[in-house]
């Protein structure tokens, strides 16, 4: 397995086969973290020496793109939304470190008493309450977390565009949104002269759902997606990436939605490279995002040391044009 992590100095986009440390926030004029770090169950699942042993490692690393959200998690156990930002708050107080780091923060979704809806108040006030929560003067990356029943894009985008004019929020993006959408938001950013969306956060892995699968509230990155990032330069960041462990772990089947014949195909081929590669399954799959066309920033999440290690180790895994190339074609024959 390929144990790594992110070189020191950072080195800029490079050519397919090499190092892909850091890549650009879209045209934000900003280079991230190729992997960033998800701390969706810090404060909650995660409890906190478990968090902070996650944080400092991936820190460690050289790692510095950090994505929580204002809900995370109220759905696990004795979480009430909130817990995320708070124990992040916590560590960058302890550690000092909040001005090496790249911080995003979203809003959309429900939890307590805060319905699920993206309104100029809601848009506001939801800002500054995470603002409190992690104890920091400017979210780095602030996403619209969902587009769920197509709110006005001018009432959202101009929203947005206040909190960036007034230094809350440096970079916006977008989450859960469908291309064309994308695109109408574009357009009213520069028709109006607001701060635009710079990336798209989808629900994205190797394997394909089966075509008509919903996910709900999540919208599932699709080839119309990835050539809509391809023309625009929109940087698109994957969660869901390793489907909870699902890939490899004998305690969490391949959801049903994972399924088919063309799917049994790439497993193989991802196995047969993993075999070749002399790297875990999983680290074929983060290396073929952020080596893709375009570049995909995987969100990676890990709640023990061996899971955090494999991930970064996939900043080392390196693969050439002919095997990108098998990855991508395999099962689409089927
Ligand atoms: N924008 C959105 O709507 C949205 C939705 C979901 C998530 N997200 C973001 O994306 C991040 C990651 O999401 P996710 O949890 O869905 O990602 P995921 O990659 O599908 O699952 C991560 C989980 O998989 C297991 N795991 C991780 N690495 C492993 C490894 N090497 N081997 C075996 N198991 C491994 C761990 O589970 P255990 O800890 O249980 O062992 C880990 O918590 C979140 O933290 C959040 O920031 C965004």
Same mark, same amino acid.
């Given at each position: 397995?390929?144990?790594?992590?992110?070189?020191?100095?950072?080195?800029?986009?490079?050519?397919?086969?090499?190092?892909?440390?850091?890549?650009?926030?879209?045209?934000?004029?900003?280079?991230?973290?190729?992997?960033?770090?998800?701390?969706?169950?810090?404060? #909650?699942?995660?409890?906190? *020496?478990?968090?902070?042993?996650?944080?400092?490692?991936?820190?460690?690393?050289?790692? #510095?793109?950090?994505?929580?959200?204002?809900?995370?998690?109220?759905?696990?156990?004795?979480?009430?939304?909130?817990?995320?930002?708070?124990?992040?708050?916590?560590?960058?107080?302890?550690?000092?470190?909040?001005?090496?780091?790249?911080? *995003?923060?979203?809003?959309?979704?429900?939890?307590?008493?805060?319905?699920?809806?993206?309104?100029?108040?809601?848009?506001?006030?939801?800002?500054?309450?995470?603002?409190?929560?992690?104890?920091?003067?400017?979210?780095?990356?602030?996403?619209?977390?969902?587009?769920?029943?197509?709110?006005?894009?001018?009432?959202?985008?101009? *929203?947005?565009?206040?909190?960036?004019?007034?230094?809350?929020?440096?970079?916006?993006?977008?989450?859960?949104?469908?291309?064309?959408?994308?695109?109408?938001?574009?357009?009213?950013?520069?028709?109006?002269?607001?701060?635009?969306?710079?990336?798209?956060?989808?629900?994205?892995?190797?394997?394909?759902?089966?075509?008509?699968?919903?996910?709900?509230?999540?919208? *599932?990155?699709?080839?119309?997606?990835?050539?809509?990032?391809?023309?625009?330069?929109?940087?698109?960041?994957?969660?869901?990436?390793?489907?909870?462990?699902?890939? #490899?772990?004998?305690?969490?089947?391949?959801?049903?939605?994972?399924?088919?014949?063309?799917?049994?195909?790439?497993?193989?081929?991802?196995?047969?490279?993993?075999?070749?590669?002399?790297?875990?399954?999983?680290?074929?799959?983060?290396?073929?995002?952020?080596?893709?066309?375009?570049?995909?920033?995987?969100?990676?999440?890990?709640?023990?040391?061996?899971?955090?290690?494999?991930?970064?180790?996939?900043?080392?895994?390196?693969?050439?044009?002919?095997?990108?190339?098998?990855?991508?074609?395999?099962?689409?024959?089927?």
């Amino acid at each position: 397995m390929c144990k790594g992590g992110f070189q020191n100095p950072p080195l800029p986009d490079t050519e397919m086969g090499e190092s892909v440390q850091t890549l650009s926030l879209g045209k934000s004029g900003v280079d991230v973290s190729a992997l960033c770090l998800g701390a969706m169950y810090f404060g #909650t699942r995660n409890d906190h *020496a478990t968090s902070y042993r996650m944080l400092d490692m991936y820190l460690d690393a050289g790692g #510095t793109f950090i994505d929580t959200a204002n809900i995370y998690a109220h759905w696990a156990d004795g979480g009430r939304g909130g817990e995320s930002e708070t124990l992040l708050g916590e560590w960058l107080r302890e550690r000092g470190n909040r001005a090496n780091l790249f911080i *995003a923060s979203k809003v959309g979704f429900e939890y307590g008493d805060v319905p699920r809806e993206l309104n100029a108040r809601r848009i506001e006030e939801e800002c500054n309450r995470s603002l409190r929560r992690m104890g920091i003067d400017t979210i780095d990356l602030y996403y619209a977390h969902n587009d769920y029943g197509c709110p006005p894009l001018d009432e959202v985008l101009a *929203a947005f565009d206040r909190l960036v004019r007034a230094g809350k929020v440096r970079f916006i993006g977008a989450s859960n949104y469908r291309a064309w959408r994308l695109e109408a938001a574009r357009c009213l950013s520069q028709s109006n002269g607001w701060a635009a969306y710079c990336c798209v956060q989808q629900r994205h892995t190797y394997l394909p759902p089966r075509p008509g699968t919903s996910f709900g509230a999540q919208i *599932a990155a699709n080839d119309d997606l990835l050539d809509y990032c391809r023309a625009t330069g929109l940087r698109l960041l994957a969660y869901s990436a390793l489907l909870s462990g699902a890939y #490899t772990r004998d305690d969490r089947p391949l959801p049903p939605e994972y399924l088919s014949a063309g799917n049994e195909q790439r497993l193989r081929t991802l196995r047969d490279v993993a075999a070749e590669m002399g790297a875990t399954v999983n680290q074929i799959i983060l290396a073929w995002m952020l080596h893709g066309d375009p570049p995909v920033i995987p969100l990676i999440a890990a709640s023990t040391k061996a899971q955090m290690q494999e991930n970064l180790g996939a900043l080392d895994v390196h693969l050439n044009a002919e095997q990108m190339q098998r990855l991508n074609v395999a099962g689409t024959a089927v």
